[in-house]
């Protein structure tokens, strides 16, 4: 199965030597989502740790999907193909999550400026709940290793 062929690419927002994530559209539904491509190699140990690292990430998306604060997991390919424009297929695990329309705080406070004080305290106490859910999860996980 092709990842190209469930999803409709937009654009290429980051690229690295080990993935790249791309904005794309669902092809049935037409939902904006993110893709995260982690891509493989020739060379089998590199393989290995790029599979470690999709499945780590792939966990704790999957464990985290009852806070309403972690964008939600959509759909996920532990091996897959994504074609580029030129028509290169390259072989690649896929993490799918929701697009975040409204973006991130960064975005908001570039577009805006400076936040007022309660406004602060009310994304301050989101992220401070946001970062103990996680690190609750990732500890609970790391005890049963």
Known sequence: MEITSNYALVVVKLYTFAFRVVLATD???????????????????KNQVIQSQYRNELAALQSAQDSSRIIKLI?????????EKNG???RVAAIVTEYSEEGSLLN???KHGNLK?????????QIIES???FLRL???NFAML
């Open 27 to 45: 092809a049935q539904f037409r939902l904006k989502v993110v893709i995260k491509l982690f891509q493989f190699s020739d060379n089998r140990a």
């Open 75 to 83: 759909d996920s390919y532990e091996e897959t193909y994504y074609i």
């Open 88 to 90: 290169t297929k390259i």
């Open 108 to 110: 908001y406070l570039e």
């Open 117 to 125: 004080e309660t406004v602060c305290r009310y994304y301050f106490r």
């Open 131 to 133: 970062t103990t859910s």
């Open 138 to 140: 990732v500890f609970s």
